[in-house]
């Protein structure tokens, strides 16, 4: 499985150290509050919404550098719009390493 | 030159203002959550570029535009690579960009916004600006591919999908004829039959009811048939 990183953060921040501090802090906050809405969302079994909380953690799934799982999530978007929970195990699998690599920033 | 930022996700603004600040001369007058905040704003100022999302709660990228009257150039920023040719329907829309941008792709956007804005007068004489239009973009597979409408040879509807051949290659696309129709420049392009588009200045020969265009055989309909031969330079 891959491994969440700050390449694309520190590419987009350069030598702008204040930048960067002020995207993790975005990522500290939003992320934990997005995965709180799938999560409420798949308990209810409301795929539809599911999917939509799905494809906007896939936007952070891309920052923190995760290009394959950039795909599964994807996949994963389309399965539950489909009503499908194909690739959940996948998907949450990645959620869980991108929560743990966050709250280490 | 000034813009808006319209986008559910703070991470994604603040990507987009950065961006803007170090890479243009776009100045950013404002930046929204939510369509509807973003709606009010327009109803009493006037900018000259937005970068909409797509994808956000009650009201999506699609239901912002059309609700704005004279929309101004429109950049789409997106997670979903599927709306390509949708986004491409709209005149006021320049270019899509998908998340997570990069730097190289943002700058290139925005020249094209520019450039679209600088030449918004000989626009209004060609409303349409079809005649600056050479390409179109098809979604496969995830991925935005330029056709070049000159290497059109013809297109064909396939149910919910659309065969298009091309001097190269060939592409299925999940569209219909009707769409494609509308992109393609009408003195290039003709309808010479429910299923089929074609490139009249590929065609090879015409026999009764149908034209050779490179090794296909295209039915010509009856209805059709008149205005073909109107576009043909005949000896």
Avoid at chain 2, 38 to 60: C, G, S, Y
Avoid at chain 2, 84 to 108: G, N, S
Avoid at chain 2, 208 to 221: G, H, M, R, T, Y
């Amino acid at each position: 499985m891959e491994t969440p990183n700050l390449n694309y953060i520190n590419e987009l921040s350069g030598d702008n150290e204040e930048f960067k501090i002020k995207i993790i802090d975005i990522l500290k906050r939003e992320l934990p509050v997005e995965v709180q809405v799938y999560q409420e969302e798949i308990e209810k079994a409301n795929y539809t919404q599911a999917a939509k909380a799905v494809h906007k953690l896939k936007h952070k799934v891309s920052i923190l550098g995760l290009e394959k799982s950039y795909y599964i999530a994807s996949d994963y978007e389309d399965n539950l719009n489909g009503n499908s929970v194909a690739l959940k195990n996948d998907f949450e699998a990645i959620l869980k390493a991108m929560q743990e690599f966050v709250i280490q920033l | 030159m000034n813009c808006i930022i319209i986008d559910d996700e703070e991470m994604a603004r603040a990507i987009m203002i950065q961006f803007i600040a170090n890479y243009t001369d776009i100045e950013v007058v404002a930046d929204f959550s939510n369509a509807i905040e973003a709606i009010k704003f327009l109803n009493q100022n006037e900018v000259d570029l937005i970068f909409l999302d797509i994808h956000m709660p009650n009201f999506t990228g699609f239901d912002f535009i059309q609700t704005i009257k004279n929309p101004p150039h429109i950049i789409l920023v997106t997670s979903d690579r599927n709306f390509a040719i949708e986004a491409f329907e709209y005149e006021c829309i320049v270019d899509y960009l998908v998340k997570p941008i990069t730097k190289d792709r943002f700058i290139k956007a925005v020249q094209k916004a520019i450039f679209m804005k600088t030449n918004a007068s000989s626009k209004e004489v060609n409303p349409k600006g079809e005649d600056n239009v050479n390409e179109f973009y098809i979604n496969i597979d995830r991925r935005l591919i330029k056709i070049e409408m000159a290497s059109v040879n013809i297109v064909e509807a396939k149910g919910d999908y659309i065969h298009i051949k091309t001097d190269g290659k060939n592409y299925i696309v999940h569209s219909t004829l009707k769409k494609i129709e509308d992109k393609l420049p009408k003195d290039l392009f003709l309808k010479v039959h429910r299923s089929f588009i074609i490139n009249t200045k590929k065609i090879i020969d015409i026999e009764d009811n149908s034209v050779l265009i490179a090794k296909d055989v295209i039915p010509v309909s009856r209805a059709n048939r008149p205005e073909l031969m109107k576009r043909l330079n005949l000896l």
